[in-house]
């Protein structure tokens, strides 16, 4: 079959483009910063070249620990070398990477394009899938486009890795759809006589986990836990993530001279979390003419102020603090109005929307909408050069902080 023939066949498939690592909604999540998570790179890429390995490979940890940055860092390395067979990176609040509804298709679809050897026999049985409907249930997607064309392909090939990013992302009757998700992928991948690996990250969801707890692929499944890995190691990393970003600053020698210990003091503030340290860093970056200021909030921990919110919490508010002070909300009633249409949005809305259809939907002014959104930078993502792009949330965990009242405790920024 020409080329030509075969992508016609492929585009057919109800795949995704924007699901592949690649794609710029992941972004966000290209912030490896080489000389970290050394030993848990090295354990993948044995696991992804060598022989005799399980077929799954499952890393999970609280939000903000860096799973997805792994998954992404692991990706452009297979991609490297060739061996990335697919990649399907979840995100919450797109209403086409928050369900089980393109998965298959996409994994499908990419293996097609990605592996010489098996493309062959993947287009053939999409074919014959595709003359039955365009949009089967999951188990014939499993059956008909990965378990069937690999069962014929020939053995002699390299092992190949699926990734699959952010399964607890997934919102489409997540309780149901996952665990059959995985129960069909894993099951139909299984015996393959050709080395087909599947990597996975998650948050530690008792749903997920279950899957794997079985008898049936407890035998199959490699875990790695962050909550496992020593604290020392956690905190080295973290500590040569924040040299890397202060020293970068514009002001870094007024810090460093100012505040000796701030990587020290900073590594021990994020107590492990990755995203507390990546979103301190952009606040202080986008505020660096007041920085020695910021530095003293985010370590502040003093009882009279965020003493009892948890560190990732106590971050945010410090950003909103920063970024939409009360002097910018008491300047003009509508700042203080759009920031609440800009947050709502951002916590309640299941699907991202655009600044130019929040305006349009609330009947208000864009420019108000992008003012706010301008100062959110650093927990928020908007293309600043297209106002019809949705904008989101840098991390899950930003839009769950402002609906929580026991975690947002300043009343100015609860939804």
């Given amino acids: 079959m020409r080329d030509r023939d075969v992508q016609v066949v492929l585009d057919r498939l109800p795949h995704r483009d924007h699901a592949e690592y690649r794609s710029a909604i992941n972004e966000a999540k290209n912030g490896y910063l080489p000389g970290t998570r050394m030993d848990l790179l090295t354990t993948l890429e044995r696991w992804a070249t060598a022989p005799e390995q399980p077929c799954i490979f499952v890393l999970s940890g609280a939000a903000g620990t860096g799973k997805s940055t792994v998954a992404y860092e692991f990706a452009k390395r297979l991609d490297g070398i060739g061996r990335l067979g697919a990649s399907f990176f979840f995100v919450r609040g797109d209403a086409n990477l928050s369900c089980t509804t393109y998965v298959i298709p996409t994994i499908a679809y990419q293996l097609a394009r990605s592996q010489v050897a098996i493309r062959a026999c993947v287009v053939e049985h999409v074919r014959s899938h595709l003359s039955r409907g365009d949009l089967q249930s999951m188990e014939a997607q499993v059956q008909d486009l990965i378990a069937r064309p690999l069962s014929v392909?020939?053995?002699?090939?390299?092992?190949?890795?699926?990734?699959?990013?952010?399964?607890?992302?997934?919102?489409?009757?997540?309780?149901?759809?996952?665990?059959?998700?995985?129960?069909?992928?894993?099951?139909?991948?299984?015996?393959?006589?050709?080395?087909?690996?599947?990597?996975?990250?998650?948050?530690?969801?008792?749903?997920?986990?279950?899957?794997?707890?079985?008898?049936?692929?407890?035998s199959v499944t490699k875990s790695y836990r962050f909550e496992e890995v020593p604290q020392v190691n956690v905190d080295g990393d973290i500590a040569l993530f924040f040299w890397d970003r202060l020293a970068r600053l514009p002001t870094s020698r007024l810090l460093f001279d100012s505040r000796p210990n701030v990587v020290q003091d900073l590594t021990k503030r994020a107590k492990g979390l990755f995203i507390w340290a990546a979103t301190a860093c952009r606040t202080l970056d986008r505020n660096s003419r007041r920085i020695i200021q910021l530095i003293d909030a985010l370590l502040d921990n003093s009882e009279n102020s965020l003493v009892v919110l948890n560190d990732l919490d106590t971050l945010y508010l410090t950003v909103l603090r920063s970024a939409l002070p009360s002097e910018f909300l008491n300047e003009w009633h509508e700042n203080r109005a759009a920031m609440e249409q800009v947050l709502g949005a951002l916590a309640l809305l299941r699907d991202h929307i655009s600044p130019n259809a929040l305006a349009a939907l609330l009947d208000v002014a864009e420019e108000g909408i992008l003012s706010i959104l301008e100062r959110l930078q650093s927990v928020s993502h908007y293309d600043r050069s297209d106002s019809t792009v949705p904008f989101r949330p840098l991390h899950a965990s930003f839009p769950q902080f402002l609906v929580d009242n026991q975690r947002c405790q300043d009343t100015c920024y609860y939804i």
């Fill in 153 to 218: 392909a020939t053995a002699d090939c390299n092992p190949v890795v699926i990734i699959i990013d952010a399964l607890d992302e997934c919102m489409d009757q997540a309780l149901e759809r996952i665990p059959r998700l995985l129960y069909l992928l894993l099951r139909g991948i299984r015996d393959l006589h050709i080395p087909i690996r599947i990597f996975l990250t998650t948050r530690p969801e008792l749903h997920i986990e279950r899957v794997f707890e079985t008898v049936e692929f407890k």
